[in-house]
Each structure stands twice: as C-alpha cells, then as structure tokens.
C-alpha cells in the first residue's frame, strides 16, 4: 500500500493527505462542525430565554397527540417513532455506506433507498405533527374570557392550569361561538345549529369543567424556537433526502463504479448522520427536559 | 488483504473491518435501548410527582444519556473513531468552546430570571436622570 504515494501527485499541494483522508470528506467535516455551532447556537439561546422563564410548558403536555388517536392523551408517543425512524435511516445509511467498501452496488441502492424513505416518512411526521400543533383548539383564559387558541409563534396556550371560579367568570364572558365549540367537545350527539339556538348560561352550564382544561396564556418564546430549531433541522432532512437522491441516481447510473470507489457516499452519509445527531438534542431539548 | 476502494489520496486503510456489520447492528441495539430508557425517564417526570431536586437529577441523567448517544452516532456511524487521531482532535477540541458557551448563556438566562423577579435591576427613581425624556430604565424590558 505504501507505494500508492507517488511524488509527483501533490494532493493538497503538500504531497500526501496529512490526515489520511480525501480533501472532500474532511472538509464535510468541518462543514459539520460549522454546523454544530450554528445549531448550538440556536439550542443554547431557546435554554437562555427558557431559564429566564418563571413557568415553562411542561412538554409531556404540548407533545400528546399521535395521529389518528383522537384526544387521546399520549405523551411523547408520536415523537418517540419520529426518533426510531431517523435512528433506523441513520442504520441503512451506515449499511449503504458499507456496501460501498465493498463496490456492491445493488447493495448501495437498496439501502439509499431505505434512507430516502426514512427520510421522507420523518418530514411526513413533522408536516402532520406542525400541522397539528398549527391548528389546534385549546381553552385558553385571557383577558377574563376563554379564547380557543392554537400553538403558533404569536400565541402559545400552555401556560398553567386555571381552576374553580375563575373559569365560571370566564365562562360568562367568553364569545358564544367558543362556547359552543367548548360544549360540542364533549356532547358529539348535538349539532353546532341546535347548540348555538340555546342561551348561553344554559350552554356554561352543560360544560363538565373537570374535562374541561383551561389554561393561562404560556411564554411566546416557546412557539418562535419550537417553529425555528424543528424547521431549521427538517430543512435539513429536506436537503439530505435531496442529495441522497441525487446520490441514488449517480449509483444507478454506475457513476461511482467508474471512478473506482464509493467515497461520495461516505460524505452524503455523514452529513445524514449528521442530521441524527442533531435530532437528538432538538429531541433532548424540546421533548425531554 | 481484502482488496480496498477509495480515493487515491488515502494512503492506508482502517476499514472496513471484518466485524462492521456485527458492529453496526450492537451500535444500533444500545441507540435503541438508551432512547427508550429516556423514553421511560421523560414519562416518569410526567406521572410521579417530584420535587425540584430530583426532577433536576432526572433531567440529568437523560443529557448524559443524549451525549452518550451522541458519542456512539459519531464515533461509530461516522467513523469518527477510526480516523487518525490529530483528525479527531480538529473536531473535538473546537468543541470544548460549548463548555463556556452553555455555562455563560444558562448562567445568563438564570440572572435575567432573578432580575425580573426582583428590583434589582431597578435604580431608585431619585437616580433616574431628569432631564432626558423617555430615558427607559435599566433592567427595564421593552
């Protein structure tokens, strides 16, 4: 192997790779780590403002939904497959990177694809999993009224749990058209029409408070770095699938079979690993702690 | 020697070795069992009740097991581990700068926390400067 170095191949101009590596891939490296800080910088400035707060949504309660389940309360179940989704994209990427030691070429595809696919099922989560949070309906006390508010980066109505006769009050100046949609919630036998005919003490008194969760208006900060980390990291997964694409079709063109070697797709798969990694602090911090 | 395919510029090759793929598959194993352990601690958060001490030590225990998953995603995934050494080092020790980056800003966010919660950003009005007006106060948010 020693006499692969030949003396009028100046690689770098300094005639042998000093670190052993190809010019393209240590260079994705610095990329990453550029990148590191950047997100880091993002991440650290959400935990600035969040350890500035008196109160801070409790996760556990934002994160509940899973598609499909109705209201049913289940927290951090539709996170956790988004998780083992790019976990397992992450693993067929490290196998299409293998096979490409080994100049296996059906392997490569087969496995860039099953990345792409991950890849796309996790942008799938996230467009459900935003618009969801986008469009949601919360009781939320404000300004001595019950408003339905969704999650945005304007609003945010997580903040703590309102109870006993501060709600009554509301109830008497909350708009009829929330109070109905707050009734209809809970009795699914009576249509919106036959609802709002009726007065309005009597819609305030069919309401079950107990089912009923009020809260306070949360910290807006919440939505503006929720809507900000998640999208700058789901801009990345976009460009990932992108250049894994792009990838897949050089490998079906014989592209890299040509060149002798697979080494483009060592780089596209670090920069996929990389996109894990990151999900694994946007998932610590926004979903964990 | 099984026979190698890279760049030309690699000069000696490190991998693949023979075990990649029973390396592969235990590193994803341990990914999968750290994530549900989180999983499992992030719930029990929700469901028990606890004071801010231990809730504080939970917190903790789940950063270390993200780092822990962190160092398996780079090291093993990436290969980070398998490179030359002072390559290592370009990446890991620009790294060490978050050791301040996160100390100094939670620190900060923390002071932000105690000054509005107090008057302690405040001067008394007797120091305020007369003569300018719309002079906003130290410490003052808008």
Redesign the interface.
């Known amino acids: ?2 006499n ?2 030949q003396a009028e ?1 100046k ?2 101009s300094g005639g ?8 393209g891939k ?1 260079m994705m ?2 990329f990453l ?1 550029s990148d ?2 950047t997100f ?2 993002f991440l ?2 959400y ?8 109160f801070w949504p ?3 309660v934002v994160f509940n939904a899973f598609p499909g389940a109705g209201h049913a309360n289940l ?2 179940a539709f996170v ?1 497959l988004m ?2 989704i790019l ?2 994209s ?2 067929t ?3 299409a990177v ?1 096979h ?4 296996n070429r059906k392997g490569v595809i087969k496995y860039m694809w099953l990345t792409i696919l991950g890849g796309l099922a996790f942008l799938l989560c996230q467009a459900w999993e935003w618009t969801h949070l986008l469009t949601g309906e919360h009781a939320t006390l404000v300004n001595g009224k019950i408003e339905l508010w969704p999650q945005t980066v304007t609003k945010n109505p997580w903040g703590a749990l309102v109870e006993g006769p501060a709600i009554a009050d509301a109830l008497k100046n909350t708009s009829h058209d929330t109070l109905v949609k707050l009734v209809h919630e809970q009795q699914h036998a009576m249509t919106h029409e036959q609802l709002h005919a009726m007065s309005h003490e009597k819609l305030a008194g069919m309401l079950d408070m107990g089912k009923v969760h009020v809260r306070t208006a949360g910290p807006i900060a919440f939505g503006g770095y929720f809507f900000g980390i998640t999208g700058f990291h789901g801009f990345h997964v976009f460009s990932g699938v992108v250049i894994n694409v792009v990838m897949l079709i050089m490998a079906y063109r014989g592209a890299f079979d040509q060149r ?4 483009m797709i060592e780089k596209a ?2 920069y996929w ?2 996109v ?2 990151v999900w ?2 946007v ?2 911090c926004f ?3 | 020697m099984e026979q ?10 490190h ?2 070795r023979p075990d ?2 029973k390396r ?1 598959i235990r590193t ?1 194993i341990i ?2 069992v750290i ?1 549900i352990i ?2 499992g ?3 029990l ?2 469901a028990v009740d606890m004071s801010g001490g231990l809730r504080l030590l939970v ?1 903790g225990v ?2 270390i097991l ?1 780092l822990a ?2 160092a398996y ?2 090291s ?3 290969h ?1 581990g398998d ?2 050494r ?2 290592i080092m ?2 890991v020790v ?2 060490l ?2 050791i301040w ?2 100390i100094a ?2 620190w ?3 002071s ?2 105690t000054l ?2 107090t008057d302690a950003g405040h001067r008394p009005e007797t120091e305020q400067p007369a003569a300018v007006p719309d002079a906003k106060k130290p410490g003052s948010k808008e």
């Open positions: 192997m020693a692969a170095v191949q690689w770098w042998k790779s000093p670190f052993n590596l190809e010019y240590l490296w610095y780590m590191t800080f880091g910088a650290i400035s935990g600035t403002i969040r350890f500035s707060q008196n409790d996760p556990n927290p951090l956790s998780t083992f976990i397992i992450s693993v990427m490290v196998l293998h490409g030691h080994h100049m002798g070697h697979y080494m798969g670090l690993h990389f894990d990694l694994v602090f998932f610590l979903y964990l702690i | 190698q395919h890279t760049a030309s510029e690699i000069t000696f090759h991998e693949p990649n793929v592969i994803t990914l999968s994530t989180e999983l601690l992030g719930l958060m929700y917190k789940i950063v993200s998953k962190a995603i780079v093993i995934f990436m980070l490179e030359i002072n390559m370009t990446i620009p790294l700068l978050f980056f996160i800003f939670l900060d966010g923390g932000w926390k509005k919660n």
